[in-house]
Structures are given as C-alpha cells and as structure tokens.
C-alpha cells in the first residue's frame, strides 16, 4: 500500500536531497520529516500543499489516491490542449516548428516515458 511517508521519501531520494535539505526548505525539524517518512505522524494540510509544490506534483499523488504525480493545473492542461495536440499531429502540411514543440510538449506531459512508469 502506497502511503505519504512512502511517496514523501521516494520523492525525496528521486530529487537527491537529504531530509535536513527538505525539513529546511518546508520548515520542519528533520525529526519531523523523518517521522513523515515512517508513517508515524502525519503533515498538516497546508504542509502537504506546501510538500506538493515543492515536488510540483498533485496532493492526490502524495496521498496516494492516484497514480498521476501531474499538478493539477498541468492536468487541466491536457484536457484542454489534447483535441488541439491531436488536430497538430495530424493536420498534413500546416503544421509549424512553434505548433510541433507545443504538440510535443504537450504529448510529454501527458505520456510519461516508460522509465518514468511504476
């Protein structure tokens, strides 16, 4: 079972950080952080908003009720961008350089790389 702690500690060895650098940037002890980790206490509602700004992903992702670390505004962005990515990649002959790295970026976010899947 996915748990913050869990997810809270993944993200942090993802980012290469020690819990000093983190307990630093969201104001907590490393005693604190470490407790998180282990699942002995919980974050408080705004520190958890605060731990998934930090990250740049969803508070969904770091309490475990989905898969998908996106922010959520990068999710709304899919949504709306996707008919458009998809008119892009399929329009023959009107596509441009600026409309390719739009599309593309756009597929990027929505697509994780397969070394980026659990």
Known sequence: MKTLGKILKRL?????ITQEELAKALLVSRDTLA???ID?????????KDI????DISTDYLLGI????????ALRLVAIEWPKTISILYRKG????AR???AAKIVEVAIPAE????
Request: proline share 10%; hydrophobic share 20%.
């Open 66 to 73: 989905t898969d998908t670390p996106l922010p959520n505004n």
């Open 115 to 118: 070394d980026e899947v659990d």
């Open 100 to 102: 390719d790295r739009r």
């Open 52 to 55: 998934a700004k930090y990250f």
């Open 12 to 16: 942090r060895k993802e980012k290469d």
């Open 40 to 48: 002995r206490a919980t974050p408080g509602l705004n520190t958890i």
């Open 94 to 97: 009107k596509s441009s350089p």
């Open 35 to 37: 407790n998180w980790e």
